[in-house]
């Protein structure tokens, strides 16, 4: 019997209707080609992948939190190769091999994590939960993740350190003003930090249009307790009268600065933004602890490459004389073990614990950790892998 499109449609209205699902075509800008049924959950359903948050916090969160947090800089290619480069890669799965048990730990700077999922730093936590930083820091613990807090956070590090009940790390801006730069690293320290994150791909700011549209800044009442003090700070990321410095960066940074942090850190110190190989040398000879390559969810230089595709170039080059993680695009457990794959020791998720902080606060950061946790042990019990250190290039289909 053949069904019409139109009979089809209407079979999935009443499906919907009984599940509590909305159902959407995401092709309509495209004619008939390749449309497809996709289940868009509403408020009322429990989300049951990561991609299931995002419409779900847009729908929570005020607009202007909305571009803020899901814009990228440019015409957003870069935001889309992050994603597109993971789905390019495929995985070689592997039979008859014993996956009774999945050990799924890793050790990173002595300590050791029940799984190798961090959450990236990522500004003002309260534009989406009431609770902010304090949620987030919650929901890390409860999923026994790595939280990394931001220098912009709406919350200060005291207060989530009070709160958490997991290893925190910090990541830091350098500011023009050594001295306050200085007092907020002993801050971190001071609070527990286990590791400094220096953030070295902004040396100005991203042209994120979205972003200017609706000329983005703080809302009333809500501030950077880590910026206390400093004068002339503007309430947004945006730089003032046509410029691209901002008063927030220190667009002098450059490796003397990076000796300097060193001399006085007590904790590791990794450089976040690191995309050229080149740079990735010279990080190792300069004696920082980490790497993270990361375009910065995309937000300050658009077309530049997909951190995935880049990610092979500097594990060749730092030879595995520091650990490298890496950020951007991972939405998937399968994006989590190929990562792993290509020599990363660990990922770092950031709007996707947003969405899930927006929608359910500390309970969706801690159900976005442990879903995609899930879906890393089941992949890599399909390719036949029993443990992190197990994971190696077999696990990547080459035609």
């Not at 419409?55 to 889309?80: H, N, Q, V």
């Not at 809500?222 to 503007?234: A, K």
């Not at 927006?358 to 801690?366: F, H, P, Q």
């Amino acid at each position: 019997m053949r069904i019409t499109r139109r009979k089809l449609l209407q079979k999935a209205s009443v499906l919907a209707g009984a599940t509590g699902l909305s159902f959407t075509n995401p092709s309509t800008d495209n004619g008939d080609k390749g449309q497809e049924l996709r289940a868009t959950p509403d408020s009322t359903v429990d989300p049951i992948e990561l991609l299931d948050f995002e419409p779900l916090a847009r729908k929570r969160i005020t607009p202007d939190a909305w571009e803020y947090i899901s814009s990228g800089a440019g015409d957003e290619l870069s935001l889309r190769w992050n994603r597109e480069s993971f789905d390019r890669l495929r995985l070689m799965p592997s039979a008859l091999v014993d996956v009774s048990s999945i050990d799924l730990r890793v050790n990173l700077f002595g300590r050791e994590l029940p799984h190798p999922i961090l959450l990236a730093p990522t500004a003002y936590h309260r534009l989406v939960h009431h609770e902010g930083e304090l949620g987030t820091a919650r929901g890390a613990g409860a999923a026994g993740a790595v939280m990394v807090v931001s220098t912009m956070a709406t919350t200060s590090i005291e207060e989530i350190a009070a709160e958490s009940k997991g290893p925190l790390w910090f990541q830091l801006y350098v500011h023009p003003d050594h001295s306050f730069t200085r007092n907020l690293v002993q801050r971190a320290e001071a609070a527990g930090c286990k590791a400094l994150v220096v953030t070295v791909d902004t040396p100005v700011v991203g042209l994120r249009y979205r972003e200017m549209r609706i000329k983005f800044s703080l809302p009333g009442g809500m501030d950077r307790p880590h910026l206390r003090g400093l004068p002339d700070v503007p309430s947004g990321h945006l730089p003032r009268e046509k410029t691209i410095y901002s008063a927030l960066f220190d667009a002098k940074l450059s490796w003397k600065d990076i000796e300097w942090l060193r001399s006085f850190a007590k904790v590791p110190v990794l450089l976040k933004g690191i995309l050229n190989p080149e740079d990735a040398d010279r990080a190792v000879r300069s004696g920082v602890d980490g790497i993270i390559v990361s375009n910065h969810g995309a937000r300050n230089l658009d077309t530049v490459p997909a951190t995935i595709d880049v990610l092979p170039m500097i594990v060749e080059r730092v030879k595995r004389n520091v650990p490298v993680l890496i950020d951007g695009g991972i939405r998937r457990g399968t994006d989590v073990l190929k990562a792993l794959a290509l020599g990363a020791d660990a990922v770092l998720i950031g709007r996707p614990y947003l969405y899930g902080l927006g929608v359910m606060g500390s309970k969706g950061v801690a159900l976005v950790v442990d879903i995609l946790r899930r879906e890393l042990e089941a992949a890599m019990a399909l390719t036949g892998n029993t443990s992190i250190k197990a994971i190696n290039r077999s696990v990547i289909f080459r035609q």
